[in-house]
């Protein structure tokens, strides 16, 4: 079936730009999670969205970062003024409802590679 | 909150012997244990997982082992061969977020 999908796969942008990232999860999936993976470094959380619940913020790197998700399916991150330092690899994950105490597995997408000159 | 060690950061072996991957965690209520494979451009992809209630689990070539009283748990990949070149990472989970280790970058030399 179809995966998590990240459009666009590739964005160069100038310093000062607001750009938008897109992630469609796997349908059914009620959890949405972003990361940033900076050139050879690990993976850096951002948001998480679990159903209806309010969203947890805590990885938000500042305020120019911002993330929404639509009827409980599509979400956008947004970085408004961009810097070089947002230059990385944007992941989206999702999955299903926990089953009983345990949670799901995250399925990634390809990822948004984010340049800004 | 939650913290999760991984070693070594980098790993090289001959076609054919076996890599052995190691994490540590911090939270006790940790009680899911992914791990994943990242080939270069691609995302993160899930190969095998572990819960708390088991002590190992086998996937063809692949294994893991959870020691929830040292708060660590292994990938053991055995007959490694070229296609299994990529960045592994592990995790640790509640019911909410997941914390990710920083990542071993296999090699497997022909």
């Known amino acids: 079936g179809a995966g998590v999908s990240q459009s666009p796969s590739n964005k160069v942008t100038e310093k000062g730009k607001d750009v938008e990232l897109r992630c469609d999860p796997i349908?059914?999936?009620?959890?949405l999670y972003w990361y940033r993976q900076s050139l050879g470094q690990g993976l850096e959380f951002l948001i998480y969205f679990q159903g209806n619940s309010a969203p947890d913020k805590s990885g938000l790197p500042s305020d120019r970062f911002s993330a929404e998700r639509t009827g409980g399916s599509v979400s956008t991150l947004t970085i408004q003024r961009t810097q070089q330092e947002d230059s990385a690899v944007y992941l989206c994950a999702s999955s299903l409802v926990p089953t009983g105490s345990y949670n799901s597995p995250l399925h990634f997408g390809n990822g948004t590679r984010l340049t800004v000159t | 909150g939650e913290n999760v060690e991984q070693h070594p950061s980098t790993l090289s072996v001959q076609e054919g012997d076996s890599a052995v991957i190691k994490c540590t965690y911090s939270d006790s209520a940790s009680n899911y244990f992914p791990w994943y494979k990242q080939e270069l451009g691609k995302g993160p992809q899930l190969i095998i997982d572990?819960?708390?209630?088991?002590g190992e689990k086998k996937d063809q070539r692949i294994a893991v082992t959870l020691n929830k009283t040292a708060k660590h748990f292994s990938l053991h990949i055995t007959e490694t061969q070229p296609e299994d070149s990529a960045v592994y990472f592990c995790?640790?989970?509640?019911?909410?977020?997941?914390?990710f280790g920083t990542g071993t970058s296999l090699t497997v030399i022909p």
């Open positions: 572990i819960r708390s209630n088991v």
């Open positions: 995790a640790a989970s509640g019911v909410a977020q997941f914390y």
């Open positions: 349908s059914g999936h009620t959890a």
